[in-house]
């Protein structure tokens, strides 16, 4: 009777401990992005971080598990730009003197799909502290008084600093579906499509979030 007793101590201890070093999953993370903006439109077709602007945002994530998640953020940045900077000709005269810098706000959400398993502590699950991962979603643009709706494409790296501690970079170009988010309106007079012959811009950003709310909780004696 006794052994059976120890035997009991033994397993049920064994067992406490392996739980105890499992680390937790959590659901959602909340944190902050800062990082760098810039605009791709009418006044600057293809060239990278022209006329580049401060970005911040609050960024929150729902991991669905440990390879997919949501991830919803709210950003504050600016896009400006100017027609003397580059060799384009406009039809019109006047547009040759058109420049501007327009607040921009962006409210959006996009699906996340890891390389690898994300997450420390789940060596059954194959799970990594750094892996990259690409993502793609929906998201609604406000500038120079106009509401319209955007593609958000783009790709970032995240690592895991503490169990509950998460930093990365994240670069999305956001496709909007207007062409006046610069507070101009077709300048060649050439006709607009679904995506052709619009504004986007895209943002680089550095991000720390922090998890919340544990999927499983460990087992405790009251």
Known sequence: MKQRHICTIIIYLAATTWVTAQELEYKMELGGMLGANYYLGDANYST??????????FVGRYNINPRMALKFDLALT??????????TKYPQATGQEWKFSNTLADLSCQYELNAWAYGTGFGYK????LTPYIQAGLGFTYAASTLTMNIPLGIGLRYKLKERLNCGVDWTIRFSMSDKLDGISDPYNISS????????YS???FYITYDLFPKYRKCNND
Do not use: C
């Open 48 to 57: 990278p971080y022209k006329n580049t602007q401060a970005a911040a945002a």
């Open 78 to 87: 600016k896009i400006s730009g100017n027609a003397l900077d580059g060799p």
């Open 126 to 129: 194959g799970t990594k502290r």
């Open 193 to 200: 499509g679904f995506l052709k012959n619009k504004d986007s």
């Open 203 to 205: 943002m680089t950003m």
